[in-house]
């Protein structure tokens, strides 16, 4: 089984994430993981934070000159803004963080819950995304993800977003990692005029796997399903309070001939991921039964606003009872670019482990040896 945890606070001395069950013999690159934690960092909106740090990985185990052992992986990434002992707690709950909940939960202060709850946890899981990518590019599976939606402002999009390296040209050319880099200057405007509103903004983002194989996941338990397991990944991000798998919440809105994706057959495809089963439509998002059908993965999470604000909501002072504004700690306008990177990361991750679940795990040249006689058991079906 292949899978990780993650340790560290948001102004503590390092995050950490622990992986066990990675494959050995696969060669491991720093620099396109430090990319990933780059691109999280950025993004237009983005606060006073991402000045601060600068984001790199330190791969302290589980590695031989380069080679992954087999054994666990422990990758680390250092806070600069090292500050924990010397903050203070916060006397007022920030409504939409889990100031108050936990706080109550635990008995304690809350400063010991929005430390480990902050998104700042999150690079080491988008550190885990990306060396998981790295595993799936040994068979041909690409992950990238976009945003789609920011503001309540739809985001038009180009029609070849399978086209992979394309598309992710176009996004490294947009300020909020948009399809669309001409829609760029509304966006910016957008985020200025709310940031000077001391308010926030949320999106959608999307996240699409192509050139995943048949097979992954299964139907026979509820727990193993894929696409449960996938909206278990995204929903666990931070500030992310909806998950769509395909034509999501739309499918419910149509009747059923406008839904389901016809299957066709064309012999000319039988070397891709298809099979040479074709479909002119993908509402399924890839998935079905809780199994990957050969078409592209299509994953969309809708990410709220970032809680704190700075004209806080109102709030009680948690020793007064007392009414009084929420606290405020430094934070972004718009963080919606980054999650579209922590989205890609966990759904790259969810796809590694059904790929060790399906081919094995114990090393690479096993996996590839098992994923090539699957394909051809497969083309014979």
């Known amino acids: ?161 399978d086209d992979v390296d394309a598309m992710v040209t176009k996004r490294d050319e947009s300020i909020i990692y948009s399809l669309n880099p001409e829609q760029d200057p509304q966006f910016k405007e957008l985020i200025d005029k709310t940031g000077k509103a001391g308010d926030t903004l949320g999106g959608i983002v999307e996240v699409r796997v192509v050139g995943a194989p048949f097979g992954l996941g299964t139907h026979a338990q509820w727990e193993r399903k894929l696409d449960g397991k996938l909206a278990q990944a995204v929903m666990a991000v931070q500030a992310i309070k909806g998950v769509e798998i395909g034509m999501g919440f739309e499918a419910a809105r149509l009747p059923g001939s406008q839904v389901h994706d016809p299957i066709h057959y064309d012999a000319s495809q039988l070397d891709t991921p298809s099979l040479g089963y074709t479909r002119p439509t993908n509402n399924a998002g890839g998935l079905e039964a809780g199994m990957t059908n050969g078409q592209t993965i299509v994953v969309r999470a809708a990410k709220k606003p970032i809680s704190t604000l700075r004209k806080p909501l109102e709030s009680v002072n948690l020793e007064t009872k007392e009414t009084d504004a929420a606290s405020y700690e430094r934070s972004d306008v718009c963080a919606v670019s980054a999650a579209s990177v922590i989205v890609e990361s966990v759904v790259a991750f969810e796809i590694a482990v059904a790929m060790v679940d399906k081919f094995g795990g114990d090393s690479l040249e096993e996996m590839k040896a098992r994923y090539q006689l699957f394909q051809e058991m497969a083309r014979k079906r």
Request: hydrophobic share 40%; glycine share 14%; no cysteine.
């Open 1 to 161: 089984m292949l899978r990780y945890w993650t340790a560290g606070e948001s102004h503590g001395k390092t995050l950490l994430a622990m992986i066990d069950g990675f494959p050995a013999g696969l060669s491991i690159d720093e620099e396109p993981i430090n990319r990933e934690l780059a691109r999280r960092q950025g993004g237009y909106g983005r606060g006073g934070r991402q000045r601060i740090e600068t984001d790199k990985v330190e791969v302290m185990t589980g590695i031989w000159k380069g080679l992954t052992l087999g054994s666990p992986i422990a990758l680390q990434v250092i806070n600069r803004d090292y500050k924990l002992e010397r903050l203070d707690d916060l006397p007022r709950p920030r409504p939409g963080h889990g100031d108050l909940t936990g706080a109550i939960k635990y008995l304690g202060p809350i400063r010991a819950i929005l430390e480990r709850a902050s998104a700042r946890e999150t690079a080491v899981r988008v550190a885990a995304g990306a060396l998981a990518k790295q595993l799936l590019a040994e068979f041909g599976i690409q992950v990238y993800g976009f945003v789609d939606e920011l503001g309540g402002v739809a985001i038009d999009r180009p029609k070849n977003v």
